[in-house]
């Protein structure tokens, strides 16, 4: 595999694990498991929150509003294995070792 395709790869990865780490952080204040008034909590939240923000606020702007359910992670997540994928096959074919 062409190195730059593996780096694409890679980073899509770790920004999927990313937007999970925050949805489950998200469960575990909105059920009390943490404590926002922990300071490595508050700020592992801030770094996770800014760091998937520019990418879930304008899918939250285009879906509608279903009250408490956000499901915006949902469908990065699925941009994100929809654009592995389309790598995965047409990089080869575009970058031939």
């Known amino acids: 595999m062409h190195p730059v395709l593996w780096l694409i790869l890679t980073v899509l990865d770790i920004y999927f694990w990313f937007v999970i780490a ?12 943490v404590n926002l008034s922990n300071q490595f909590v508050r700020q592992l939240q801030y770094f996770l929150y800014r760091l ?16 408490g359910i956000d499901l915006s992670p949902m469908v990065l997540l699925i941009g994100i294995m929809f654009l592995q994928n389309m790598v995965r096959y047409y990089g080869p074919q575009l970058m031939p070792v």
Do not use: K
């Open 22 to 33: 925050l949805v489950i952080l998200s469960w575990l204040v909105a059920f009390n498991v």
């Open 52 to 67: 998937t923000e520019p990418l879930l606020g304008p899918i939250r702007r285009i879906m509608p509003d279903l009250g």
